[in-house]
């Protein structure tokens, strides 16, 4: 029989299995199976159902599974591995480094890196050997883009969001940094870090930062407290405290992830959300709302966030904040269309408007 992992099909002696190798690919013509890579299958209808995440995770494993040669999950799969938040689609290419590192070409979907891998970086995750999490963030960081990196850190940083996991330090993972062999990296990784910031609850949240900080707008407050007249407080997703505004990035997650919403429905969620917005404009500020839309054209929020009067920094500051995070600028994030078949494809942002997943 083909050997089974997870949700997996394995038929690793084909040649020796000839009967069983053609009923996997008769279920396979038949749409019984899917075809991950050479003698790797699995069940067309989880696959349909599975996340886009959940496909990469398991493009993973049937990568590793059919390695010869013993390796460690890296980078951008690294990342796949331990649920960090991702603002673009997942990558097709399954990233690894092989033990000991070098001597194995870059083809077929798989991307190796030979770089030096102590112990020490190498975690069990998911049956796989993976990056360690520091490690993995300090890699986005290193060679990622600073918009992806910065979501995961943030994530990362912030007790909410990091949980399960404990949460990560900026101190950690600049003395992760450090102990890296190659200094491949090494500059715009301390920048990213350094940028990082766990009072940012969403991906979105953190675009948002880089875009504010790129646009040359004075950096925000993250999560201000507010009273709330019937008991507990509001934390605000971004404030200039001085100018009396409130920003507010408004992805679709409180509105219709069960993370989010808890026990209560979206309607309530909505009445909530205004009865908020009204305690906070009775205290004297004015409230400035944005979306993905607004991140995929950051003209639009530019111009949001000038007609509110949100502070703007001194020229030779705003040259200064656009190269800080990192030496390129800010690229627009990019579309994970994923249709009822559970399908998904990249397409850019621009011109035509498109929904980015969170």
């Known amino acids: 029989m083909p050997h089974a992992s997870g949700e997996l099909l394995l038929s690793r002696d084909a040649h020796f299995l000839d009967s069983e190798s053609d009923s996997l690919r008769r279920a396979a013509a038949s749409g019984r199976l899917t ?8 069940d067309s209808a989880s696959w349909s159902a599975a996340s886009p995440r959940d496909r990469y995770v398991r493009r993973i494993h049937a990568v590793v599974a059919t390695r010869e040669v013993p390796c460690v999950v890296a980078r951008q799969s690294a990342a796949a591995l331990w649920s960090f938040p991702r603002i673009n689609r997942w990558p097709e290419d399954v990233h690894l480094i092989p033990v000991p590192p070098g001597g ?14 102590p112990d020490t970086d190498v975690a069990e995750l998911l049956g796989l050997r993976v990056t360690s999490r520091l490690r ?11 918009a992806e990196a910065v979501a995961a850190l943030d994530h990362s940083l912030n007790p909410r969001t990091a949980h399960p996991h404990p949460v990560v330090t900026q101190d950690a993972l600049l003395e992760q940094l450090v102990g890296i062999q190659s200094s491949r990296g090494a500059a715009r990784a301390a ?11 969403s991906p979105g949240e953190s675009y948002s ?3 504010i900080r790129q646009l040359g707008f004075a ?13 507990g407080s509001y934390f605000t997703d971004f404030e ?23 026990t209560r429905t979206p309607g309530e969620v909505v009445v909530e959300e205004k009865l908020r917005e ?3 404009r009775a205290e004297g500020s004015q409230i400035r709302r944005w979306t993905w839309e607004h991140l995929r054209t950051p003209a639009r929020l530019e111009r949001l966030l000038s007609e509110a009067g949100v502070p703007r920094l001194s020229r030779r500051a705003a040259q200064a904040a656009v190269s800080s995070p990192n030496s390129s600028r800010v690229a627009p994030p990019r579309e994970t269309v994923t249709s009822h078949r559970g399908r998904h494809a990249d397409r850019s942002v621009s011109p035509a408007p498109v929904r980015l997943a969170e």
């Open 104 to 117: 194995l070409r870059s083809r077929n979907g798989v991307r190796h890196h030979a770089e030096a891998m």
């Open 35 to 42: 075809r991950l890579r050479r003698g790797v299958y699995t």
């Open 219 to 231: 950096p925000p407050q993250l999560q201000v407290e507010h009273p709330n007249p019937r008991g």
């Open 240 to 262: 200039w405290p001085d100018a009396r505004i409130i920003g507010e990035f408004d992805g679709r997650s409180k509105y219709l992830k069960p993370e989010y919403l808890g």
């Open 278 to 280: 009204d305690d906070l």
């Open 209 to 211: 930062r880089l875009l």
């Open 136 to 146: 993995t963030l300090v890699d986005l960081a290193r060679f990622d883009s600073i």
């Open 191 to 201: 920048r990213a870090i350094h940028f990082a910031d766990g009072g940012a609850g």
